[in-house]
């Protein structure tokens, strides 16, 4: 048992690397900017360039803080077309467009040229004087070359170029700047008539090292071994080491706003599975010892009535009867409305936290309840028609001797095998009985991650759900032998 138990440990390693590596993956190409979001300007009273500036400036130290400047991988496996620097532009979608103008076009020299020049041509715009004149036009101005930066289609460019012409020609006072605008224009037809798709076709493989993104999630990147990399800035953080880096919602740990949620989680979690089980077992063993009769045909109905009806609407339904001025209002509607005082006594604040956890406790136990109960009467008639319960019986042995010393422990590997799944869940909670009791748990902070695309958190409970995972599925297999000592993992 114990080289199998190392032998399944030894397996962990790369099926977590496999499922943090696909995380990652998901993550970094998903749609939204974390630093945009996270990210809010202040002019401070600044002229509308040096707001802007500011900004920028804010945005690019933003981004270096948070590890997003760095490379994703060791290496990234590409075409020549593709510059191996393009991970140091600061605004995703400028990225992107300037990923798909190199490939289309073949020659990343002339595409950063061409950027180059048009950031330029941005900056001085900005630099311009609004008056009353040429507000319209330099609103307008501004916005075409923000969505020039961002633009890769030909015809959509060429397209933009032409307004941004047509403003200039009826503005005057923009044409101190019309040279930026000639110099753009320039080096976009430069890409254009150099064309060269050649590079598409010949692989380039670029290497990183560990001073990239996915290194330092896992491992944290400050180097193990030898000095520090001069004029390199390094951060301690890594998931292996605890530490799990700032949520791009409020700047916490990761590991704080975690910690603050999986209390409440857990204790919902532990008290319903102890609940289940407590209950389901007994059910399950009784409907199966009293098939077709009548209780058996009721505890039946009333568990698949139980198992098919969505959490959601009970949920609803409890707070519309259950907690409403208008109906019985016997219970509150929210466990975040506790108003018990941190300093009061123990058992004040115990009597008002089950209060307070009557009906989500419900919500959240009463559909595993049913089809755990369903699994254990299932286990148990299959078991109760072998060869050896009819033995037992034979020799005159106790109906209930038979039943839970003969039947019962072969009966419980589908309950077994249903056990491996509590572990994950004890983290990651219940996101709809958490949003409709208003419940700070971690369903809560997972659906708020997910809105606000807070990579690090979702990153940390993937990971946690994972590992969790693996656990039970151990835990399950130990437990299978244990209850059935058939069942052996060591080679003969």
Known sequence: MLKYVLKRVLIFIPTLFAVSLVTFIIGAYAPGDPVANLLSSNNGGQGQAASRAAGEKDYIELRRELGLDLPLFYFTISNSTVSDTLYKISRKNHREALERLSFEYGIWDNVAKYYEVTKKFETELYNIKKTKKNAKSLREAKSAVYTLLETYDEQKIKTLYSNLQFLFDKTPSLSEVESYLNASFNAFH?????????????????????????????????????????????????????????????????????????????MFSLISIFITYLLAIPIGVRAAVKKGSRGERITSTILFMLYSTPTFWVGTMLIVFLCNPDYLNWFPSSVSMMRTPEDAPFFQRFIDTAYHSILPLFCWTYGSLAYISRQMRGGMLSVLGQDYIRTAYAKGLEPKKVIWKHAFRNSLLPVITLFASVFPLAISGSIVIEVIFTIPGMGKVIIDALHANNYPVIYTVVMFAAVLTLVGSLVADILYAVVDPRISYSKK
């Open 190 to 266: 430069h890409v254009i008539d150099n064309k060269n798709t050649f590079g598409r076709y010949v692989p380039k493989i670029n290497w990183y090292g560990a001073h990239n993104q996915y290194h330092n999630w896992i491992f944290g990147d400050v180097p193990w071994f030898g000095e520090k990399e001069p004029g390199v800035y390094y951060r301690s953080e890594g998931f292996l080491r605890g530490d799990f880096g700032q949520s791009y919602q409020d700047r916490r740990p990761v590991g704080s706003v975690i910690w603050d949620a999986i209390w409440w989680t857990f």
